[in-house]
């Protein structure tokens, strides 16, 4: 969940947080790590507690999940797998100048593939596992070599709002630590073993690890951004060139080994992304495909290495490669960034119906058990994060609208 979750893009939003506020907005990145537990803490839960995916507590909400979720993972995949591949093709072209980005970031895109696809979930966890320990060594590395300062840190806690940064507050809060993925941790549950409230104690504390990794990552990040950009009065570049940016600054501040080695961390942190969603998201479609077949729910044909799993893999893989030939078509951008507005607030809302459900719902035993559904802290909680992501949804739904008003 750690690995996947933070990408470049939540390195990068934390960095140029930092450089923009220094510590002013340490407590929404810790806070954004306390959102994704909770959300996680309930996927993880309705699948332990019913023995159901989130997908078929999903369909027992009626056909409307179906069809808002059909085209959101098409369309998702199909974007995602582009921008993944290019993110892990970016360090290494920084690290060899002699590469095609392009044609790196192909070639990452298969050797995600093959790993994924020929591996078991044990051996994905393996390499999970490695990719973690580079990114806790090269970033956490980074923000100890920037020597913080452990006052302002303490200070920055301090729920604070500097001028015009309520969107910046949204968008850290809201980005940490994954979005679709978070709905994939169940799946990850099943694949371990983890089937039966048997294992809801190890679960919770699995997951609340998984996030104080999570935080620690991001928090490293946002004291490099306060430390080596705002307190030198270095603006930071945006997009992933920004982690590139911030390679040069270590290589002129402490040597070139260390912005070599951080380059090292951004790769881990993209690939480790890319192989998680080849996987997590896979078991997501795979399952999708299963319920609309009427498959057991299980089914060999919806876990790793089963076909629809594969099929998925194949989708992104292959199709984001045409992305990475052509210039991006503006109108599946904009199809992307819709759909992708609306699904954070479809999982909070979805979840605050599920582990409130009786036995009324449309499947049999679709509910929680007693026992574990809600209570008034995880309701309270969750109906936060779902007014946090309605919020973060009408701004970026706003954006699209702009963007279409300003292409006709």
């Given at each position: 969940?750690?690995?996947?979750?933070?990408?470049?893009?939540?390195?990068?939003?934390?960095?140029?947080?930092?450089?923009?506020?220094?510590?002013?907005?340490?407590?929404?990145?810790?806070?954004?790590?306390?959102i994704k537990v909770v959300l996680v803490e309930g996927a993880g839960r309705y699948s332990l507690a019913t023995g159901r995916t989130i997908f078929e507590g999903w369909?027992?909400?009626?056909?409307?999940?179906?069809?808002?979720?059909?085209?959101?993972?098409?369309?998702?995949?199909?974007?995602?797998?582009?921008?993944?591949?290019?993110?892990?093709?970016?360090?290494?072209?920084?690290?060899?100048?002699?590469?095609?980005?392009?044609?790196?970031?192909?070639?990452?895109?298969?050797?995600?593939?093959?790993?994924?696809?020929?591996?078991?979930?044990?051996?994905?966890?393996?390499?999970?596992?490695?990719?973690?320990?580079?990114?806790?060594?090269?970033?956490?590395?980074?923000?100890?070599?920037?020597?913080?300062?452990?006052?302002?840190?303490?200070?920055?806690?301090?729920?604070i709002f500097p001028d015009d940064s309520v969107v910046n507050v949204l968008a850290i809060a809201g980005g940490v630590?994954?979005?679709?993925?978070?709905?994939?941790?169940?799946?990850?549950?099943?694949?371990?073993?983890?089937?039966?409230?048997?294992?809801?104690?190890?679960?919770?504390?699995?997951?609340?690890?998984?996030?104080?990794?999570?935080?620690?990552?991001?928090?490293?990040?946002?004291?490099?951004?306060?430390?080596?950009?705002?307190?030198?009065?270095?603006?930071?570049?945006?997009?992933?060139?920004?982690?590139?940016?911030?390679?040069?600054?270590?290589?002129?501040?402490?040597?070139?080994?260390?912005?070599?080695?951080?380059?090292?961390?951004?790769?881990?942190?993209?690939?480790?992304?890319?192989?998680?969603?080849?996987?997590?998201?896979?078991?997501?479609?795979?399952?999708?495909?299963?319920?609309?077949?009427?498959?057991?729910?299980?089914?060999?044909?919806?876990?790793?290495?089963?076909?629809?799993?594969?099929?998925?893999?194949?989708?992104?893989?292959?199709?984001?490669?045409?992305?990475?030939?052509?210039?991006?078509?503006?109108?599946?951008?904009?199809?992307?960034?819709?759909?992708?507005?609306?699904?954070?607030?479809?999982?909070?809302?979805?979840?605050?119906?599920?582990?409130?459900?009786?036995?009324?719902?449309?499947?049999?035993?679709?509910?929680?058990?007693?026992?574990?559904?809600?209570?008034?802290?995880?309701?309270?909680?969750?109906?936060?994060?779902?007014?946090?992501?309605?919020?973060?949804?009408?701004?970026?739904?706003?954006?699209?609208?702009?963007?279409?008003?300003?292409?006709?």
């Amino acid at each position: 969940m750690a690995a996947t979750g933070v990408g470049a893009a939540d390195l990068v939003a934390t960095l140029v947080a930092g450089a923009k506020f220094g510590y002013t907005l340490l407590w929404v990145a810790v806070l954004g790590a306390v959102i994704k537990v909770v959300l996680v803490e309930g996927a993880g839960r309705y699948s332990l507690a019913t023995g159901r995916t989130i997908f078929e507590g999903w369909r027992s909400l009626g056909r409307w999940t179906t069809w808002y979720f059909a085209p959101y993972i098409v369309i998702w995949g199909l974007v995602y797998g582009a921008t993944a591949m290019s993110s892990s093709a970016l360090p290494l072209v920084a690290l060899f100048p002699d590469l095609s980005l392009r044609w790196t970031a192909m070639a990452i895109g298969v050797v995600g593939l093959v790993l994924v696809w020929f591996g078991t979930y044990a051996s994905f966890e393996k390499i999970m596992a490695l990719l973690v320990g580079v990114m806790f060594v090269t970033v956490v590395g980074a923000a100890l070599l920037a020597t913080p300062n452990l006052g302002e840190i303490a200070l920055g806690l301090r729920p604070i709002f500097p001028d015009d940064s309520v969107v910046n507050v949204l968008a850290i809060a809201g980005g940490v630590g994954g979005t679709i993925t978070l709905a994939a941790y169940g799946y990850w549950l099943r694949e371990k073993g983890w089937s039966t409230p048997a294992f809801m104690r190890v679960m919770r504390i699995d997951n609340a690890v998984a996030y104080v990794v999570t935080g620690v990552f991001v928090v490293a990040m946002l004291v490099v951004g306060a430390e080596l950009y705002y307190s030198m009065g270095i603006a930071a570049e945006t997009g992933d060139q920004a982690l590139v940016q911030l390679s040069g600054i270590l290589d002129e501040r402490y040597g070139e080994v260390f912005g070599k080695v951080f380059l090292l961390g951004f790769f881990a942190s993209s690939f480790s992304s890319l192989i998680g969603v080849w996987s997590g998201v896979s078991l997501m479609f795979a399952d999708y495909v299963g319920n609309l077949r009427e498959l057991p729910s299980g089914h060999p044909d919806t876990r790793t290495g089963g076909r629809f799993f594969r099929a998925y893999m194949l989708w992104l893989t292959f199709p984001p490669m045409l992305l990475l030939l052509l210039d991006e078509p503006i109108g599946l951008i904009l199809a992307y960034g819709t759909l992708g507005a609306l699904f954070m607030p479809f999982l909070a809302i979805t979840l605050l119906v599920l582990l409130n459900k009786r036995r009324e719902g449309a499947l049999p035993h679709s509910d929680v058990p007693a026992e574990w559904r809600n209570g008034w802290i995880s309701n309270g909680l969750l109906a936060l994060c779902a007014v946090l992501f309605l919020a973060l949804g009408i701004n970026e739904l706003r954006g699209v609208i702009s963007d279409l008003v300003n292409l006709f």
